[in-house]
């Protein structure tokens, strides 16, 4: 019996710039990806029906039905698996839990069943195509233009979620301003970490300020990083709550995710290297 297992990294957004509205309301973005080398696990195998189980620390509230983005997955390639979910990630947390978990359900049942994974996964959500692509990329359209981008140094991240869900549409909704300035196109090219970072600064996530207005803790949660020795950059990643901070090494990071674990025992914290691969 064939079983294959896949992972579903984080997934961050370095940018997230919000350039437009489309008729039907889905907003135009233009934002760059990684991915973490922390993320949630998925193992399946041939099975005449759909079962999904889900696992681990962060399982609780997760949905086990066809609401699940693993289950959507495996309906959209049209093969059926006894599927477990080994939940890491928290959900509703602007790290693409479900999409990526959606992507590597797909990977995995096509290896599994010797199938190609259909082209279209945007059904899936707007995240699902970045996450399929894998790697540093840019991200264009509503989540459909992935484009990879080379020259992203790998990257020595902590990661702080203060425990609130936030709804992307009500995120979305949040925002004053619509019609923002895109990345600039082409994009640099950097020579090395620190240049990344220093070019990283002044580009921005627009959905941070909505966010901080639905959730202020959010806004303390960047300024708990900042405060820590060595954070270059805090921002949000999508449409939040989880905030990553950008330090020089994988020291900085795992002192900085040890003192925030210690002070803020209610926040999810997390040491981890982005873009790593
Ligand atoms: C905020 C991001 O995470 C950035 O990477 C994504 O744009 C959202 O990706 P996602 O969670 O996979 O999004 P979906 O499940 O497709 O959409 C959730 C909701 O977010 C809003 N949405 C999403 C993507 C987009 N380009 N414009 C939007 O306005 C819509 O209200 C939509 O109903
Ligand atoms: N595999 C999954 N893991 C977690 N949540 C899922 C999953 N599939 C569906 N969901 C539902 O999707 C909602 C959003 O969770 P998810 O973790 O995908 O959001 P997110 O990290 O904010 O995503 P994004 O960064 O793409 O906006 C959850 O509240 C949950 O009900």
Redesign the pocket.
């Known amino acids: 019996m064939t079983v294959v297992e896949g992972f579903a990294p984080a ?1 961050i ?1 370095l940018t997230l710039h919000v350039t437009g509205r489309r008729g039907d309301g889905y907003h135009l973005l233009d934002s760059l990806v990684v991915f973490a080398d922390f993320g ?1 696990r998925i193992t399946v195998r041939p099975a005449t029906a759909t079962r999904l189980t ?1 696992t681990g620390p ?1 399982a609780p ?3 086990v039905d066809a ?4 289950v ?1 997955a495996a309906a959209l390639i049209g093969v059926t698996a006894d599927i477990t ?1 080994e ?1 890491h ?14 992507a590597a359900t797909l990977r995995a049942l096509a290896e599994m069943a010797g199938v190609t994974v259909p082209r279209d996964v945007l059904s899936l ?3 699902v195509p970045v996450c399929l692509a894998g790697g540093a990329a840019r991200m264009r359209g509503i989540g459909e233009d992935v484009t990879p981008v080379a020259g992203v140094p790998p990257l020595y991240a902590v990661l702080v979620n203060p425990g609130v ?4 549409p009500a995120v979305f909704a949040g925002l004053t301003t619509r019609d923002n300035p895109a990345m600039p196109n082409p994009l640099p090219t950097w020579p090395d970490a620190a240049a990344f970072v220093s070019w990283l600064g002044p580009q921005r996530n627009d959905l941070q300020a909505p966010a901080i207005a639905a959730e202020p803790v959010i806004a303390e949660v960047l300024e708990t990083l900042l405060d820590t020795p060595g954070c270059q950059l805090a921002r949000m ?4 709550a ?1 905030c990553f901070g950008l330090y020089d090494s994988a020291e900085c990071a795992s002192a900085a995710a040890g003192r925030l674990a210690q002070d803020r025992p209610g926040w999810w914290v997390m040491a981890t290297r982005l873009n790593a691969a």
């Open positions: 997934k957004n949630d889900v962060m509230g997760v949905p609401g699940n983005l693993v959507k979910l939940k990630l928290p959900a509703a947390a602007g790290i693409g839990g479900g999409s990526s978990d959606g959500g707007a995240d869900a936030l709804a992307t990643s999508g449409s939040g989880t």
